[in-house]
């Protein structure tokens, strides 16, 4: 399933926080999200997911999910999420409790996002006993498990730190390379977005227009931190991130 997302535009009462947004996810690839703080880049993800209407324009989804599709969009957040008292397996467990699986199929299904998330030999534990990195890969695990058209990831890595950060990246790359999934993925990183974005959308300040479409054809599992062509990639990125804040502060600095 695609998604396409044609003339969006979103104001919180007087204040327009994203400006005629056209865009198209495609299946099997993420594209990333970055801008300026408060260019809407949230905001947009929601509106993706359905949390919210835009002020104008729509979401579209073109084609049909899985067949074992349990929710065609799904969130991935920042702070993970997870219930304290139930262990992994169990927080995993949860968004297929609504569903009518047979208790061999839901089994069968934590089963396989724990081992793609090589979360297996931690089914039982509770959260407070795993580092941050793990809790995220948790979350991730859940999201899979209704096997998602569209993971919609806000932040997803931001609250960990720089090593832990690298090491989920790695972890989410080896987990697209074996199965490709599609996702919306809303980062300030920037080397986040060049590692694991197919097609990057640079917003401008607020109102949050597309100010560039960046597609990397590096495959996945070829990139790496050296490669010159990625550090072009994100040279020209900080550029760009860097004329908005500039303009924002200018506009702040003049009323
Ligand atoms: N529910 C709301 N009501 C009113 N204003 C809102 C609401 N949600 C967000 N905003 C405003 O909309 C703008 C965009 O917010 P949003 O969180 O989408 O930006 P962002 O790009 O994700 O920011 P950041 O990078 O700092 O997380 C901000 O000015 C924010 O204050």
Redesign the pocket.
């Known amino acids: 399933m695609d998604l396409t997302i044609d003339g969006l535009t979103h104001r919180?009462?007087a204040?327009e926080?994203l400006s005629d947004i056209s865009l198209t996810i495609p299946s099997g690839r993420i594209v990333c999200i970055v801008?300026?703080?408060?260019?809407?880049?949230?905001?947009?993800l929601?509106m993706i997911g359905g949390l919210e209407r835009p002020s104008a324009g729509q979401v579209l989804q073109l084609g049909a999910p899985a067949s074992d599709c349990l929710n065609p969009l799904t969130f991935v957040f920042q702070d993970f999420a997870l219930l304290p008292w139930r262990s992994v397996s169990g927080n995993v467990s949860l968004v297929l409790e609504d569903h009518a699986l047979s208790r061999q199929d839901r089994a069968e299904r934590i089963a396989d996002v724990l081992a793609r998330t090589n979360l297996t030999d931690f089914a039982d534990a509770l959260p407070r006993q795993l580092s941050g990195g793990m809790k995220q890969r948790v979350a991730i695990a859940r999201a899979l498990a209704v096997n998602p058209a569209v993971m919609l990831m806000d932040?997803p890595l931001s609250a960990l730190d720089a090593q832990t950060r690298e090491l989920l990246m790695d972890d989410l790359v080896q987990l697209w390379t074996r199965t490709p999934f599609t996702s919306v993925y809303?980062t300030?990183n920037l080397s986040e977005a060049t590692r694991l974005g197919h097609r990057i959308v640079v917003?401008s300040r607020?109102p949050?227009r597309i100010r560039e479409v960046i597609e990397i054809d590096t495959p996945l599992d070829a990139r790496d931190s050296t490669d010159p062509v990625l550090a072009r990639h994100q040279d020209h990125l900080w550029q760009l991130m860097r004329e908005e804040a500039r303009a924002a502060d200018a506009e702040l600095a003049h009323g």
């Open positions: 919180y009462d204040v926080v801008g300026p703080s408060g260019c809407g880049k949230s905001t947009l929601r932040e809303v300030h917003l607020r949050g």
